[in-house]
């Protein structure tokens, strides 16, 4: 087990693209931590390039006490699952496992038994005869991890893990993961797009735009306080409701509609600031009757999400403004009729204010 701190990282690759520009993290000791971020982020290049794969053109990696900028994949005790899990198609399950012991030169017995043990942990044991063209995918990602942890490695780097496998088995992947790392203890860094799964498994999420990392937190606080107006567009399963808005003494004019200013903002903003107010759809109450405060406008969508649902409403604009659009999530049957007039109250203490709109 080790600890990961990068500095200064960077990475051009040839052709001029600036992949990473200058990050500076530190990944805990035995902590689950996703890299999350839009396609073309850097999130891939930045696991490569703590694996070894990619070398950083700035910067320094190291994992535990030692400086492995310049060391070789294979000596920096660092183990990578990739996305279609490379498992050689021509070899067992048993073998898949054993190769990196026969690259260490174990032994065959003793591959054999390290494979049969770590089989066992990960539920494979009735597998090891079979090759990977005859797993589910599941199975294949098992046999991926029990390769990976096969050399008992300081820590393990997963890119996009469970994006091969359907939604119902991503989810038992999922599980399956979380509880593999934490009886494991070993740092585990992952790559992932969805930004539900990294909720869901990290103990810590880095949110990357543009090679650099825009925020690092835990879930609860990458969801309830987005650090920038970036960050609270890509968390959450819906989207949060970002408004243009203006500061008005101890209040946010927002559509037209005093709300009282979010109160962490109250020292930082003067009054006359343009501002971007930000609530999440979860946080918002919708009534059908009118109500003072409240923000007002038309239904045009009523969506379905199960025991919930999203309502799209269309907030007037100012003087020959465009309206802005609203969305709301209410509970199961109480969704409004569509074209009717719904009011919006925020939820005390959840919205939030943002001057980089
Ligand atoms: P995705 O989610 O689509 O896999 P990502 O966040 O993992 O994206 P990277 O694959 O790290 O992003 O790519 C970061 C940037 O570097 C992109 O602009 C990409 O086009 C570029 N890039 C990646 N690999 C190379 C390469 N070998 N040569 C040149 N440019 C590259």
Redesign the pocket.
Known sequence: MAAITLRRLGKV???G?R?LDGLDLSIADGEFFALL??????????LRTIAGLEVATEGAVQIGDRDVTNLQPGRRDVAMVFQDYALFPHMTVEENIGYPLRIKKLPRSARRDKAAETAAELGLTGLLDRRPGQLSGGQQQRVALARAMACHPQVFLLD?PLSNLDARLRLEARTFLKRLQRELGVTCVF?T?DQAEALALADRIAV?EG?RIRQVGTPVEVFRRPANTFVAGFIGSTPMNLLDAEVAGDAVVVAGTRLPLPEPARAVVADGDRVVYGVRPEYLDLHTAPLDDALSGRVVVVENLGSSSLVSLDLPGGDGVAGVGLQVVVPEGREPELGSTGWVVPRAGRSLLYRDG
Do not use: F, I, R
């Open positions: 690759y040839p052709g693209v992949a971020g839009p396609s073309g982020c850097g999130k891939t290049t930045l996009e790559v797009h990357m090679g």
